[in-house]
């Protein structure tokens, strides 16, 4: 088991990863290290990313930086659970560059609907975080849940009606 990580080794790894990689991309951080970096938790349990596009070395930079940085690195973005939200990359953060690798985060909607739509206690925690700190907007969720609805057929496991009443509530609340 890696060790959890705090801000300081979220840095090292974008330091380690835009310089260990050969090529020019984009990675989008989502969960607990936008958490992290926005500071509503200190510590997270692994670093969630997606390449888009992902560059020359992506994947053997990965191999070799979660044993030498103590990383629990995984591949995991909103739009693996839930239909990709129309414009999710222009709504994306820029946190920075770093050697080939611009570092954003995922788009804070597309990130927020898909914690709504999984349900933890701690996802709920991490909705109203993005929401009192201005990175979402209640009627703007709506709109945008309404809008990739009936795409939830090609996601078997999520019960659209159930998803809807979780959205509609937060947004009631």
């Known amino acids: 088991m890696r060790a959890e990580t705090d801000k300081g080794k979220l840095e090292a790894f974008f330091e380690a990863f835009g310089n260990r990689v050969t090529g020019e991309g984009r990675i989008y951080l989502t969960g607990g290290a936008t958490?992290?970096?926005?500071?509503?938790?200190?510590?997270?349990?692994?670093?969630?990313?997606?390449?888009d596009p992902e560059p020359?070395?992506?994947?053997?930079?990965?191999?070799?930086?979660?044993?030498e940085l103590d990383i629990n690195i995984e591949l995991a973005s909103p739009d693996l659970f839930i239909p990709a939200l129309?414009?999710?990359?222009?709504?994306?953060?820029?946190?920075?560059?770093?050697?080939?690798?611009e570092f954003f985060h995922y788009d804070p909607y597309s990130q927020a609907l898909?914690?709504?739509?999984?349900?933890h206690?701690?996802?709920?925690?991490?909705?109203?975080?993005?929401l009192d700190?201005?990175?979402?907007?209640?009627?703007r969720l709506l709109e945008y849940f309404l809008a990739v609805e009936k795409?939830?057929?090609r996601y078997p496991s999520i019960d659209s009606g159930t998803f809807r009443?979780?959205?509609a509530a937060f947004c009631a609340s």
């Open 114 to 119: 898909a914690k709504i739509e999984r349900g």
């Open 151 to 153: 795409d939830l057929i």
């Open 56 to 67: 020359t070395g992506f994947f053997e930079a990965i191999a070799v930086l979660k044993d």
């Open 86 to 101: 129309p414009g999710w990359q222009e709504r994306s953060l820029f946190i920075g560059r770093r050697g080939h690798i």
């Open 165 to 167: 009443q979780a959205v």
């Open 121 to 130: 206690d701690r996802d709920a925690g991490d909705v109203r975080a993005l």
């Open 35 to 51: 958490a992290v970096l926005y500071g509503w938790r200190t510590m997270t349990i692994d670093v969630d990313i997606k390449g």
């Open 133 to 139: 700190i201005g990175l979402i907007d209640k009627s």
